[in-house]
């Protein structure tokens, strides 16, 4: 018989909870590991400074793709579809004049 999910108690510090910002991320692995580094970077910068190392297995990394699509995709219901700035949509063909 399964048991019922608890909920999970999570605990953070106030450090912790203020967050580090990240404008980019770096990502390597092995057979056996995921290595994400976040990273910030100013523009025009020729340097970027590592400020969080993550090191996952490959299984937590697809879990954690898995719920970063899922989260992407109920943001986008609620406040429109992410826009990719610099990235433009090329369109083939005739386009329909309304």
Do not use: C, W
Not at 30 to 56: C, H, N, Y
Not at 61 to 66: E, G, T, Y
Request: glycine share 6%; no cysteine; aromatic share 10%.
């Amino acid at each position: 018989m399964e048991e019922a999910k608890k909920p999970l108690n999570i605990e953070i510090s106030p450090e912790q909870s203020e967050g580090i910002y990240a404008n980019g991320v770096g990502i390597h692995h092995t057979p056996s590991e995921f290595i994400l580094d976040f990273l910030r970077f100013l523009p025009g910068a020729q340097k970027a400074k590592v400020f969080t190392r993550i090191i996952m297995t490959p299984q937590n990394v697809l879990l954690l793709k898995n719920a970063l699509d899922d989260n992407i995709r109920k943001y986008e219901e609620n406040f429109d579809k992410i826009k990719i700035f610099g990235k433009t949509k090329k369109e083939i063909g005739f386009k329909k004049s309304n």
